[in-house]
């Protein structure tokens, strides 16, 4: 049997090539849904669908995969992200666009069975470096799939699809030929346990210091997600950019993002702690979002992105770690999950919300709207954290 750092390896080119594909259709999304002219609430569903797909299947996946084995589920669910691609290159209307990123969600939810195989593969005591890797995964994805997708806009409409529909492909190809499954079917029936019947809810009410925490993460991920989804549109109306200068500005998020929490959220937690951290993230996201809406200009843009990276890179891993540090020891993975489960909401409801703002007041709303959010999480943090965390929300280290 290969040995856990290949398989780990194998794991990390696997998710990497498929988010590939996965950023090179998020630029131009919704730039390709503004040619069929829909209502603002049909585009907020659009922009919705992805992330509403992939709560709902993401534990149905990850459940399967324990049943039937990893290998089968990663193989399947790419098959569908290679038709999801498809679909998005041969879309000709708002309904074909539908199907595509409803495909996309559903199999999108094979991240968690990328999950169950670094759990299968690794120690407790190693496995958040294995979780990591996903993370890493993410990042050099949504900074090579936007790059792509800025060299295949030109050639045509569909071309950034075949080459979403390219990338899953070959991910498909990696899995049948060089992942081995990490959970056999003989494992998986030995190894079924209930699973718990405590609603996400109950646990938070049962953990009421970490209410504070949920309502600030949620605010904090609805505005994220606003102003995510809508970038591309913002970009396009405001500065006239083409769809490959727009897919570029990607590229420099996502390299403002990935040199923000690779190189300063450790050292500026050390320094400072979270609590402080996770405040100060919040106004620079405030401000840069606010001073992003008044822009008119590629270099203004440029020169306000890092403040919007800056605080973004630092909100998620505070308040993770402040949730995690809320929660008892034999209860982090339970906190975390709700966490990410109210975060999966909030990129429905973000998105939704987004769409029908900026139909009804410009390409500018969204921006506003998230820095009022950030804003808002921000007053609550500090009247909140402070009063229900104390000590708790500093590092020592």
Known sequence: MPSPRRTLTTLF??????????????PLLPLYAEHFHPAPWVFGLLMASYSAMQFVFSPI???????????????????????GSVLFALAHSIAWLFAARLVAGICGGNIATAQAVIADTTPPEKRAR????????????FIAGPAIAGVLAPVGMGAPGWGAAACSSVAWVMVLAFLPETHPRTAARASVVPPPRRSRLAFALDHRELVPLLAIGFVVVTGFAAFEVTFAQFLHDRLALSHSGVSFLFVYVGVLAAAV?????????????????????????????ALLATTHRLGAVLAVLPV?????????????????????ADEQGAALGVFQGLGSLARVVGPFSAELALGAWGVAAPQLGAAVLAM????????????RLGPASTNPG
Not at 13 to 26: N, Q, S
Not at 61 to 83: A, E, H, Q
Not at 261 to 282: D, P
């Open 308 to 328: 919007v990276a800056l605080g973004m890179g630092f909100v998620m891993p505070s308040l993770s770690s402040l949730v995690s540090k809320s929660a008892g």
């Open 13 to 26: 080119l696997i998710v990497f090539t498929d988010l590939v594909g996965f950023g090179i259709v998020i």
């Open 61 to 83: 996946l990850g459940r399967l995969s324990d049943r039937v084995g990893r290998r089968p589920v990663l193989l399947i669910s790419l098959l569908g992200s290679v038709g």
């Open 376 to 387: 808002t999480a921000a007053v609550g943090g500090a009247l909140l954290l402070r009063r």
């Open 130 to 141: 294995g979780m990591g890797m996903i993370g890493a995964a993410f990042g050099l994805g």
């Open 261 to 289: 929490q690779g190189g300063l959220v450790g050292r500026a937690s050390r320094w400072f702690g979270e609590h402080t951290l996770l405040l100060a993230g919040l106004a620079a996201t405030a401000a840069g979002l």
